[in-house]
């Protein structure tokens, strides 16, 4: 059982959260494509949004399951951090509405991100893979139409957290960390991951 008791002690991030994910997101930027368009940095914010939000949701939930009825106590501040990252999510942009409008943008080539540095991780590949599929579904239905929306919009999801997921292990490795704990990461994210349907399902052009 964790030592709950002891998870009181830390103060709450939530008045540096702003500060910390602006000051790491301009550094992420600058160091892929420097001076880029405004919309590269709202893109890789995108990103970085729906995948922090997913983890964070998934490892409090962990959390408090590990620390029993104690998760629930005020003191340990896990209920009160869910119900931040909650809002984290609402705040300045809902998830929903920006993965929509990311996604929408990159399928139209409205704009692109940078692609990914090395193109033999499973990552890679599932992020190229699902992104050729959903290129495929743009060129074969008109943009908004029912048929888009039916097939395109339910992968929008997968397609912004491959992305984000992608940029995460690239980073880690970038930085140096140690290949064990980057490896869990890969292999915890890999575990989620949504087969696209096979180029087969679309109608011939």
Known sequence: MLNCDRLAEFPSP???????TY????SYCSSICGDADYRIRHGVAACFKVVMLRASHKSLLALSNRC????LFGHNWIVSLFDEMRGIGIAEGNTLVLLICFASKLLLN????????DNRSLLSKYEVGIFDYLRLVTKSYTYRSSDF?????PNFLNMTEAIGHRMAYEAAVSDGLPAEL????????TKDLRAAPPPSSLPSS
């Open 110 to 117: 409205r704009y692109s991100l940078p692609a990914p540095k």
């Open 182 to 189: 980057i490896q869990i990461f890969a292999h915890d994210v």
């Open 23 to 26: 000051t790491y997101i301009d």
């Open 68 to 71: 029993g009825a104690q998760g």
């Open 149 to 153: 929306a039916s097939r395109d919009l």
């Open 14 to 20: 939530y008045h540096q959260f702003s500060d910390a």
